[in-house]
């Protein structure tokens, strides 16, 4: 494994410190994606593989990097970070907690790694279908987190590690967890719009029976339903989810009439 940046001096006594502005979590995740197992995961099939496969590249050009095994972390960070700043200095969460949620959103999936050399050690699940994670999945991809924390969180104080993992295992009731479940929920659901505008302008050239064309089609159509219920109940709570479902009603309505 490449040597990793050294973190343990953003950390005292008094709490969670940032020198220079670095930001934990991409500290890490950058660390994990630069080993055997991030690069491992990066090369597993792309998420939402229930709906079936086009082709990987033209799948990650038409729905973004939300897809990818990897990048989908990213992108829900980002869409942290976007969320907190829309809520301003309203929001109830300290600078710790701000950081914890953040790392979190950085590593949330690695516990989907099926690298081989974990997979001898303990139960992996991969990706699971939206609506389809078990208990069972869930405890099997917190073993393989706690595999991958020991070996690229060597340095993170267990404090700190904790209060991570707690907002990834959904253990904790907090204004930080809630914000990073409305992050990952309003995501999915500009995957799903994606997918629709494109089915849509697909169809309307005539191709409805391309396979790529109703891989979009169902996939549009079911992650948005299956979504969009979860992001009216986070658009109640902050501004960020409430405007992208304001945003998205139209286009919604029409995926479920017209697809």
């Not at 995740?29 to 055997?36: H, M, N, P, T, V």
């Not at 942290?80 to 600078?95: H, I, K, Y």
């Not at 050399?117 to 999945?137: N, R």
């Not at 869930?138 to 070996?151: F, G, K, N, W």
């Amino acid at each position: 494994m490449p040597n990793p940046p050294e973190v343990s001096s953003m950390f005292d006594q008094t709490g969670i410190v940032f020198p220079g502005g670095v930001d934990i979590g991409r500290v890490l995740l950058d660390r994990y994606a630069i080993g055997e197992h991030g690069m491992w995961q990066a090369g597993q099939p792309l998420r939402y593989g229930a709906f079936g496969s086009y082709g990987r590249e033209q799948m990650l050009i038409d729905l973004g990097p939300d897809i990818d095994p990897l990048q989908h972390m990213p992108v829900t960070e980002l869409a942290l970070v976007e969320l907190l700043a829309g809520e301003g200095t309203s929001g109830d969460w300290s600078p710790g907690e701000v950081c914890a949620g953040r790392t979190a959103a950085m590593l949330h999936d690695i516990g989907e790694c099926t690298h081989p050399g974990i997979a001898q050690s303990c139960a992996v699940v991969g990706d699971i279908p939206q609506g389809e994670k078990t208990e069972e999945h869930r405890a099997a991809e917190a073993r393989v987190r706690r595999i991958l924390y020991d070996l690229y969180c060597r340095d993170i104080p267990d404090d700190f590690l904790e209060q991570v993992e707690a907002i990834i295992a959904h253990q904790v009731t907090s204004t930080i967890h809630s914000a990073f479940e409305a992050a990952h929920d309003t995501s999915t659901l500009k995957v799903g719009l994606r997918a629709g505008r494109l089915a849509l302008a697909c169809m309307e050239g005539s191709m409805y029976n391309d396979i790529r064309t109703e891989q979009l089609r169902r996939m549009a159509k079911d992650v948005t339903a299956g979504v969009v219920a979860r992001v009216e109940h986070h658009a109640d709570l902050f501004v960020y989810p409430r405007r992208v479902l304001d945003e998205a009603r139209p286009l919604h309505s029409r995926i479920q009439r017209e697809l």
